[in-house]
T-cell receptor, first 113, second 107 residues
């Protein structure tokens, strides 16, 4: 298996633009997590899905952030409009419900200028 | 809000020493606990998990869980410079992480 695949690996965008981050979980995994990592705040859980259903989105910072999981093999995290303070590394991870062990993608480094 | 707390460090130990990393959690009903290692510029990777009170050993790593006191720790024996990384504690299937502890092992 290729593991969790995220795209793009790097994204540089201007403030106010829409940004879409993509994630393909490991085949067969039914839990998917989105994280944001910064030096100041560490690894923050933004939202997670079980069986494509959002379970907890309390970590989503504000209405500018939205996440979808239309099927078991694809998820997106969208920021609209983007702001410089959104600059961070965004990780996607997947696991089997009840097994706990989460596998991480390589991350997307987002820079908003 | 469920909390997972770790000392952010940095923690520095000499090569060959025992490194001790600690994590406390607020949700008394928590059932599963994970230790991840993250090298600079890389993704977190799982190194150990523990579900039951007591110790669990895997090579040079030992995870210790005390549910009554709501803490979980990670001991690294015979620390090596290659162990230098940030160690992250996660709790339960919703995979909430602590802030991580940066460990440096000096040759």
């Amino acid at each position: 298996d290729a593991g969790v695949i995220q795209s793009p690996r790097h994204e540089v965008t201007e403030m106010g633009q829409e940004v879409t981050l993509r994630c393909k979980p490991i085949s067969g995994h039914n839990s998917l997590f989105w994280y944001r990592q910064t030096m100041m705040r560490g690894l923050e859980l933004l939202i997670y899905f079980n069986n494509n259903v959002p379970i907890d989105d309390s970590g989503m910072p504000e209405d500018r952030f939205s996440a979808k999981m239309p099927n078991a093999s694809f998820s997106t995290l969208k920021i609209q409009p983007s702001e410089p303070r959104d600059s961070a590394v965004y990780f996607c991870a997947s696991s089997l419900i009840g097994r706990g062990e989460a596998f991480f993608g390589q991350g997307t480094r987002l820079t908003v200028v | 809000q469920k909390e997972v707390e770790q000392n952010s460090g940095p923690l520095s130990v000499p090569e060959g020493a025992i490194a001790s990393l600690n994590c406390t959690y607020s949700d008394r009903g928590s059932q599963s606990f994970f230790w991840y290692r993250q090298y600079s510029g890389k993704s977190p990777e799982l190194i150990m998990f523990i579900y039951s009170n007591g110790d669990k050993e895997d090579g040079r790593f030992t995870a210790q869980l005390n549910k009554a006191s709501q803490y979980v720790s990670l001991l690294i024996r015979d620390s090596q410079p290659s162990d230098s990384a940030t160690y992250l504690c996660a709790v339960n299937d919703d995979m909430r992480f602590g802030a991580g502890t940066r460990l440096t092992v000096k040759p």
